[in-house]
């Protein structure tokens, strides 16, 4: 049910700001972003929304939390698309982790076309006396508005 909740949450703020933003990107997938708009010669882009972490415990029982983040995404050569280097900032259960990662993103030019993104995020920090796992899948089909 929580993850329901969190999914209308983030698909109605992305429709808020997506009529702001004509050219933002929703990323929907292993987590929910919303991405700003790209500017030529601009070399990066913002995005929040929600992410998961999975808490890795001495003897198992992990578990996965879903919470609010935030990331920077760094294009190389000036284009919304190929190689991105990544800074995320998450807050899950009252604790903070970092997470820096690589993305390969596919965006067409035409905003009617699916866009994808992959890549691995490392996250730093620890949640509930458990380290977190060592990487996380970045998995996601976007939607331009």
Not at 52 to 64: H, I, T
Not at 100 to 105: A, D, E
Not at 121 to 137: C, H, R
């Amino acid at each position: 049910m929580r993850l329901i909740a969190v999914f209308v949450f983030s698909a109605l703020v992305a429709a808020g700001f997506a009529q702001s933003s004509p050219q933002g990107t929703f990323w929907l997938g292993t987590s929910l972003m919303y991405e700003t708009p790209w500017q030529p010669g601009q070399s990066h882009t913002f995005g929040f929304g929600f992410a998961p972490v999975v808490v890795d415990r001495p003897g198992g029982n992990n578990s996965a939390r879903i919470g609010i983040a935030a990331e920077a995404d760094f294009y190389q050569d000036n284009q919304p698309r190929g190689l991105a280097l990544v800074g995320r900032i998450g807050f899950v259960s009252g604790g903070i982790y970092g997470a820096p990662g690589v993305y390969y993103v596919s965006r067409p030019r035409d905003t009617k076309d699916i866009a994808f993104r992959v890549g691995a995020l490392v996250p730093l920090g620890s949640l509930d006396n458990g380290d977190l796992l060592p990487w996380i899948l970045e998995l996601g089909v976007g939607f331009r508005f």
